[in-house]
Nanobody, 116 residues
Framework: QVQLVESGGGLVQPGGSLRLSCAASFSFFGVNVMGWYRQAPGKQRELVAVITSSGSTNYADSVKGRFTISEDNAKSTMYLQMNSLKPGDTPDYYC??????????WGQGTQVPVSS
């Protein structure tokens, strides 16, 4: 059963913007906190943004001020608005809960190639 589906990736030039979406088959209230991860080839998955069910957010230093996480609890959908994209933002992006015991199976992810 597919529980997380990421979408919205695509080729973008440096300085450009993209909005990623994460559609979940479960209620975000059940996990309380959700996050966006990214993973470059050969590297560990990195948590870049989190949001709680009350709307509190936190970001990795590498994306702070450029990325904005949000969610629509009624639709069980989470978003990541990415602005001022850099080549270093290129990794694949995934969504999941950072709460280990509540983590779902990873989705396919969505690619964000940043290239001129």
């Amino acid at each position: 059963q597919v529980q997380l589906v990421e979408s919205g990736g695509g080729l973008v030039q440096p300085g450009g913007s993209l909005r990623l979406s994460c559609a979940a088959s479960f209620s975000f209230f059940g996990v309380n906190v959700m996050g966006w991860y990214r993973q470059a080839p050969g590297k560990q998955r990195e948590l870049v943004a989190v949001i709680t069910s009350s709307g509190s957010t936190n970001y990795a230093d590498s994306v702070k001020g450029r990325f904005t996480i949000s969610e629509d609890n009624a639709k069980s959908t989470m978003y990541l608005q990415m602005n001022s994209l850099k080549p270093g933002d290129t990794p694949d992006y995934y969504c999941n809960t950072p709460v280990a015991e509540l983590r779902r199976s990873w989705g396919q992810g969505t690619q964000v190639p940043v290239s001129s």
